[in-house]
């Protein structure tokens, strides 16, 4: 690169420093465990149908983490594809970090976080594939496209370049031509069944609501306050 074309590029700060005035004081809400509903689930789903009546851009958008067999942690943002009294469905490829790591270790933990409401969600609990049949119903429901794209990304794996990508969609997709797109062995569906679930509500001052709901040996559940 000459010097001349180097001397145009942004200028890159060394470091950042956050301003104490970027802080928002919560207040849209409250959560008290006299109205929280006895299953954490149905909180859920009672949260999660009003972040979808409040316009939440992609309200089931959820961060995923997971633990390698080092030991290292890894995060992510996947989408939420179903969710009843069996536990939270993902949809990705077997074959990546994640699936790799869920193979080695099948816990993990899930972080929703809806901003215009102010609210939280942490789950945690062991995951496990969902049945074929679940996983070929869902696939067939998606887009055509992005049915030939989870054949196309070898996801996490290294490639050249996106010019690889393309070439190969453009292989898959005369291949398939107007036929069926079949479900890959490598893709499919997890089920995360929850062992805690967690429910946060800003609050002003930093005085948060958090109600923490913890699964008993019986599969009851059990409801605490914790402190923010």
Not at 12 to 18: F, L, M, S, T
Not at 161 to 182: N, Q
Request: charged content about 25%; glycine content about 8%; aromatic content about 10%.
């Amino acid at each position: 690169m000459a010097e001349s074309e180097r001397e145009q590029l942004p200028k890159v700060p060394r470091a950042v420093v956050i301003p104490a005035t970027l802080r928002v004081d919560y207040g849209r809400g409250s959560l008290d465990e006299s109205t929280a509903l006895p299953d954490p689930i149905d909180q859920f789903i009672l949260w999660f149908d009003e972040a979808i009546a409040a316009d939440v851009p992609e309200a089931n958008a959820m961060t995923l983490g997971t633990v390698g067999p080092s030991g290292a942690p890894s995060a992510r943002v996947v989408l939420l594809k179903a969710v009843d009294r069996t536990g939270f469905t993902f949809f990705t490829n077997y074959l990546s970090r994640k699936g790799r790591e869920l193979a080695a270790n099948p816990r993990a933990a899930l972080c929703f976080y809806w901003a215009p409401l102010e609210r939280q969600v942490r789950i945690e609990g062991t995951v496990q594939r969902v049945g074929q049949a679940e996983s070929e119903a869902y696939f067939q429901s998606r887009p055509r496209a992005a049915q030939i794209g989870a054949w196309v990304s070898e996801q996490s794996s290294e490639i050249t370049s996106r010019d690889e990508l393309e070439r190969r969609e453009k292989e898959l997709s005369a291949r398939f031509g107007a036929g069926i797109v079949p479900l890959p062995e490598h893709w499919g569906g997890y089920r995360m069944v929850p062992s805690s679930i967690e429910f946060w509500q800003g609050r002003p001052s930093r005085l948060h609501d958090r109600l923490l709901y913890t699964r008993g040996p019986s599969g009851g559940w059990t409801l605490r306050r914790l402190a923010p």
